[in-house]
C-alpha cells in the first residue's frame, strides 16, 4: 500500500466516528416557521432532499451541473447520503448542516450534494464501499469527500459538530497543500471499491447435494439464538426475512426439526416484541437489543412487504393463528398509512416525531389508565407495562411476553373473550394515537419495494383467500404498468408528484419480474409472465456481463458513476443478482428456456464457495440450490374450476410447487394438449414429464408428498 495512503487512512481512522444509530441528547427540532434560504433541492421530489432545501448548505441532487461545477472551479465534492426515516441523519442536520457558519466553510470549499440512498442505491454503494474500505464499518448518514472527479478518499458516517468541522478543516488544508496525496488515496480507494463485492466467473459447477444444505445449516446454527430468534445473542437483531424463508423451506423439505424450530421461535417471539407495532400493524426496521423489545421506530416498506409473505406463508405452514393476526395487521396499515390514492406504496415512515424517537408509539401508565379505566390493568399485563415504564423516561413499549392462556385464566377469562377484549382495547388506544402528531411520511413510490410489497399481497392473498388482497395486488400491478414501466421497458426507480425520472436499477426489474410471476400463479393471466419474460430479456440485454456471468447493478445506459457496482450477498433485502437468478431458473421452467436455466446454475456456481462459507449472506441463493436439488412440481389446473382447485392446493404450505393452468392451453409448452372439456383436470408434472391427469386435489398433494 501506498505510503501517503496508509498514513491518511491512519489519520483518519484516528478520528471519532459514531454510527446512525448511536445515543444522541440532541432533540432539537427543525425549524419550519421561516425559511431565509434556499438551495438546488428546492426542485426534487424526494421528501429527504426537501427537507434539506432550506439548510444554509448550498446542496445541490447528485447530477451533470454538480459534477461540472466541481470540476470547473477544482473544488472537493461533498457527498451526504441519507434517507427520510434516519433518525442521526436529521440529528447532524440540526447540528451541522443548519448551521450557518458550517455551511459557510462546506460552500466555500466543497460542491455539497445531497444523495437520498433509497432514489439513488448506486451512488450509496459506492461511496459506502469507500467508508467500509477505509472505516471496516459504514451506516447512515453518509459523509463521503471525493475529487472534482467523484473518486472519493474519505467517507464517514455521523459527526458532531465540533468533529466535523475538525475533518472538513483538515482536508480544506490537505486539499491545499498536498493535492498530490489525496489524489493518490483517491486512486486507491477507487480501485478497491471496483474490486469490492465483484464474483468471478466459475469454471467448473458442481452437482450440489441435501447433505451439503445440511452442513450449511449446521454453520448457520451457531449464530441462531434458539431462545429469542434471530440471528445473535448480543445487540441489535434485524428480521433478515430472506433468511427465514429460506429456513423455512429448507426445514420443510429436508424435515430438519431444529431449523423449524428456529425458525417459528423467531416468528413469534417478532410478533410479540416491540419490533412490532401491537396497535397499529407493521413491523419496525430492527430491535436495538437481543429480546425484540426497544426497536429503531422507522417503519420500512421493503421490511414489511417481505415479512407480510414470510408470515403468510408460516401461516400455510403451521395455522398458528398469531401469523395471520400479523399478516392482517399489517396489510390494514399499509392499506390505511402507506397506500397511495393511485394504488402506489409509499417508501417509510419516520422513527421520529417532535423530535423525539418513537414518542408516537410508546405510553406512560397514567396515559393506559386515562384512556381505558378499569380495563387498563388488563391492557397493561397483556403488554408487559408497567407504573415506572418498561422502556426510558417513564415509558411503556408495548410488547408480549406472557401466553393468552395464562392472562385468561388470571382473569378469569376465555381465549376467546379475551382476545375479543383485546382487540377492542386495542382498538380504543389506536384511536387515541392517532391525535398524536403523526412521525414523517416518505411518501415517494419506490419500483422495487412497490414489487415486494406486491409480492407480499399475493402470498397473503394465497394463504388466506382474502379477495381485497387481491384487488389490491392487481391495482398495485396496474399501477406500476401505467407509470414505471414504459413501452421500451426502461423502467424508472421513483414515482411522486406525477413525475418518474431516475433509471431503474437492477433491483427494479428483478423483483417486479418475481411479482409478476407471482401474479400469474394465482390469476393464471399468461400476460404477467410475458411482462416478466420481456423485463428479463431487457436486463440480459444492458445488465449481464457475460465475462463472469452476474448482472450489474446499473444498466449499460446509466453507468457514469466512478465504479460499476453488483450486487451479491443477500442481507435485509436479498441481492439483486440471487433474485435474477431465482427469476431465471423460474421462467426458464416456464418457458422451457435452457439459457435461463444455463445462466441461473452459472450464477450459482460462481458464489457457491461463498454460500458454504458463509451461508447467512446467501439465503436467496441458497433457495435456488434447493430448488435445483430438489426440482419443483409443475402443477398444472386446467377447466373451469381451475381456480377453487388452486386455492384447495394454498391450504397447504408447498414451497416447491409451480402453478399454471386456465380455461385454456395458452402458449406455454407444459399446458399444451391438457385441456379435457367439460372437466377440471390436475396434472403433476416435474422435469417436464407429468404423471395421470387427476380431478381431486387430493389425489395430486398424495403424489406432491411423493
Sequence with gaps: MNPYYLYLLV???????TSCAQKHSNKATKETASHPYTNALIHESSPYLLQHAHNPVQWYPWGEKALNKAKQENKMLLISIGYAACHWCHVMEHESFEDSAVAQLMNDHFVCIKVDREERPD????????????????????????LPNGKPFYAGTYYPKEDWTKVLNHFIRFYKEQPEKLQEAAKQITEGVAQS???????????????????????WATSIDFEKGGFNKGDNKFPLPSSWDYLLRYATLSNNSKALEATHTTLKNMAWGGIYDQLGGGFARYSTDAFWKAPHFEKMLYDNGQLVSLYAQAYQHSKNPLYKKVVYETLEWVEREMTSPEGGFYASL??????????????????IKAILAED??????????????????????????????????KYQLTIAELQEKIALLNNKMLQERSKRIRPGLDDKILTSWNAIMLT???????AFGEEKFLTIALKNADFLIKNVIPKDYKITRNYKDGKAVISGFLDDYAFLIRAFIELYQVTFEEKWLQIADTLTEHTLTHFFQEETGMFNYTPNYNANLVARKMEVTDNVIPASNSEMANNLYLLGLYFYNKDYHQKAKQMLANVSKNLFQSP?????????????????????IMGN???????????????????MGGTKEGNLALLEGKMIQGTTTIYVCQNKACKRPLNTTEEALKLLSN
Design 456 to 462: 407480499g399481497y399475493v402470498k397473503a392473498y394465497r
Design 616 to 636: 447467512t449472506y446467501f439465503s436467496n441463493w441458497s433457495k435456488l440450490m434447493l430448488a435445483i436439488i430438489q426440482p419443483p412440481y409443475e402443477v398444472a
Design 123 to 146: 451512488v450509496d454503494q459506492v461511496y459506502m464501499a469507500a467508508c467500509q474500505l477505509i472505516n471496516q464499518s459504514g451506516g447512515w448518514p453518509l459523509n463521503a469527500i471525493a
Design 350 to 367: 419516520d422513527a421520529d416525531s417532535e423530535g423525539e424517537e418513537g414518542k408516537f408509539y410508546v405510553w406512560k401508565a397514567k396515559e
Design 641 to 659: 374450476d381451475f381456480e377453487t382447485k388452486r386455492k384447495e392446493f394454498d391450504q397447504y404450505y408447498l414451497p416447491n410447487v409451480l402453478f
Design 11 to 17: 489519520y483518519l481512522l484516528s478520528v471519532s466516528v
Design 197 to 219: 463485492g465483484k464474483v468471478g466467473f466459475n469454471p467448473s459447477p458442481s452437482e450440489y447435494t441435501m447433505e451439503q444444505l445440511d452442513r450449511s445449516f449446521d454453520l
Design 376 to 409: 387498563a390493568a388488563l391492557f397493561m399485563d397483556y403488554y408487559n407495562c408497567t407504573e415506572g415504564g418498561n422502556w426510558e423516561q417513564h415509558n411503556n413499549i408495548l410488547l408480549r411476553k406472557k401466553s393468552e392462556e395464562k392472562i385468561a385464566t
